[in-house]
C-alpha cells in the first residue's frame, strides 16, 4: 500500500495530524499534565490504532508502549532506590533524585525527537523501551 504524502517543502506540516499528537501528548503527558494526557493518548490510540497510514500505527504504537514502559521503569525503580536504601539515608535522596531527573529528561530528549519525526513524516522506534517498528 503506498500513502501519497505532500511535498514537504510546500507544506507546513508534512506529517500526519494524528501522529503529531499522539508524539505531542507523549511530551504534554512528562511535562504538563501526567495522567490526563495519558488517558487522552490511550483514548487516541483506541480510535486510530488500525489506522490505514502506517505512518499514524508507528507513531501511536511507540508513544503508547513507551508511555507505559517509561512510567513503570520509572516509578518502580525509584520505589526500589528508597526501599533499599531507606526514606532517611541522604545517598538515597541523592541516587533517586539524580535518577528519576536524568530518565525523565531523557525521555523528554526522545520525545522531541519523536515528535520532529513525526512532523517530518518520518517513522520512529524509541530506544530500548520502544516495540520493534512493523516495516
Same mark, same amino acid.
Given at each position: ?6 511535498? +514537504? ?6 506529517? +500526519? +495530524? ?42 501511536? %504504537? ?62 520512529? %522506534?524509541?530506544?530500548?523501551?520502544? +516495540?520493534? %517498528?512493523?516495516?
Amino acid at each position: 500500500m503506498n500513502i501519497e504524502r505532500k511535498d +514537504p517543502l510546500t507544506h507546513l506540516m508534512p506529517g +500526519p +495530524p494524528i501522529a503529531v499528537l499522539a508524539e505531542s501528548l507523549f511530551l504534554i503527558n512528562l511535562m504538563l499534565l501526567p495522567g490526563l494526557a495519558f488517558v487522552l493518548l490511550l483514548l487516541l490510540w483506541w480510535r486510530y490504532h488500525d489506522h490505514a497510514d502506517p505512518l499514524v500505527r508507528n507513531h501511536l %504504537r511507540q508513544t503508547v508502549v513507551t508511555c507505559i514502559w517509561g512510567g513503570g521503569l520509572l516509578v518502580s525503580i525509584s520505589v526500589a532506590i528508597f526501599a533499599l536504601g531507606g526514606l532517611d539515608n541522604p545517598w538515597s535522596w541523592v541516587i533517586g533524585v539524580l535518577y528519576f531527573v536524568l530518565f525523565h529528561a531523557g525521555l523528554i530528549y526522545l520525545g522531541v525527537m519523536g515528535l520532529v519525526r513525526a512532523i517530518n513524516g518520518h517513522s520512529w %522506534r524509541y530506544p530500548l523501551v520502544g +516495540p520493534r %517498528r512493523d516495516d
